[in-house]
């Protein structure tokens, strides 16, 4: 067993100055009170340690991507937001899993989460993946992007233009279109039919504790490789400051670094070289930084802390057929979409399965057979 501690993430209140969460976006806000919500049974539950492949990316599966677009959580202006691009990338990306990895993108609104979840999730000075996942579930739902596009602010933040700019939680905040240039009598609108996704279950690797925590590494190694193997990418708190003038092209390994976490990235599968195992990590700086935006941490020692405050989330229901508003968003659904004898557009979600509906007791039914 080996035991390694890591202080308890700051909790903290959504009126603290900025200069507080400075070193720190790794949060738990005081409405985060639920860390966790499982019903299904967990992949290291039924999933053997020799059904694990030696290496596995996410992003090269027979030569195709499963992951969704990168991100840049640092523009238009400076945002510590890494949690909520972690976290909902994550979500999305097993979306695009459940889809079998085709088709248009589906990418969900950081924006709605940074207006809306100032005191559960988080805001641009630090928040919680797991936060994150609890105001879906506490909301019902999560927009689109096309609803509601990153902008970088909150509303106690004051970069940039966020001190000019309403990012407090209402309809035109959750999703919203313009008609035209104001000049021409336009106006913006807040839709209230619009594509969204939901949370059926989250939780974090080991459980829900937050602090000083004993494991063994070779065990929770696994379990992660287990979860992002059979549902997809999960959200991993890390520390970062060794990170920032990390030019990639090599497995990050500092058995000196510190593993105190204050940043959250998301980890989309594992490799090997030259003998050392390495955990893929997707960060939310932008493509110009490390590997195209990700890079190669060593497994196996908890290094940079990665290891320890690992969470999942599983999707409920996710729009794959909307039902169509007018440009301008005023008119919405109704009998505008059925008139002149044209088929009516209706809104249509697909459910997502949990893999283990189908993977628990394949083994038996294989032999029966």
């Not at 959750?174 to 939780?203: I, K, M, Q």
């Not at 990700?294 to 497994?299: H, I, L, P, S, Y």
Request: aromatic fraction near 10%; proline fraction near 4%.
């Amino acid at each position: 067993m080996v035991k390694y501690f890591a202080p308890i993430a700051a909790v903290i209140s959504a009126t603290n100055a900025a200069s507080d969460f400075d070193h720190n976006e790794f949060v738990i806000l005081p409405g985060h009170t639920k860390m966790s919500h499982v019903t299904s049974p967990l992949p290291h539950t039924y999933i053997s340690d020799d059904e694990i492949p030696d290496e596995w990316n996410w992003n090269d599966v027979d030569g195709k991507s499963c992951l969704t677009h990168q991100l840049n959580q640092h523009i238009p202006q400076y945002c510590g937001s890494c949690w909520a691009h972690a976290s909902l990338s994550s979500l999305a990306d097993r979306i695009k899993i459940a889809r079998n990895c085709e088709g248009d993108d589906i990418n969900l609104s950081i924006q709605y989460v940074l207006n809306c979840g100032l005191h559960v999730a988080g805001s641009c000075h630090g928040g919680s993946h797991t936060g994150v996942y609890q105001l879906i579930m506490d909301k019902g739902f999560i927009p689109y992007d096309t609803c509601q596009p990153y902008i970088a602010c909150s509303s106690d933040s004051e970069e940039g233009f966020c001190r000019h700019v309403d990012t407090t939680c209402s309809a035109i905040n959750t999703c919203r279109t313009c008609s035209t240039f104001t000049a021409n009598g336009g106006e913006c609108t807040a839709l209230d039919v619009f594509p969204n996704a939901t949370v059926a279950e989250y939780g974090k690797i080991g459980g829900d504790a937050y602090g000083e925590e004993e494991f063994d590494i070779p065990e929770r190694v696994m379990n992660i490789k287990k979860e992002i193997h059979t549902r997809g990418p999960v959200a991993a708190s890390i520390q970062s400051h060794s990170l920032h003038d990390f030019m990639g092209g090599e497995i990050f390994d500092d058995d000196e670094a510190s593993r105190e976490t204050n940043h959250v990235v998301s980890i989309v599968g594992w490799g090997v070289e030259d003998d050392v195992e390495y955990w893929i990590c997707r960060n939310s700086w932008g493509a110009y930084w490390g590997e195209v935006g990700f890079f190669r941490v060593a497994t196996g020692k908890n290094m940079l802390g990665i290891e320890h405050k690992v969470a999942w989330v599983t999707p409920g229901e996710f729009t794959v057929k909307n039902t169509p508003c007018s440009e301008d968003g005023h008119t919405c659904g109704g009998v505008v979409n059925g008139i002149d004898g044209k088929k009516k557009m209706t809104y249509v979600a697909q459910q997502f399965i949990d893999p283990s509906v189908y993977l628990i007791g394949k083994d038996s039914k294989t032999a029966e057979q």
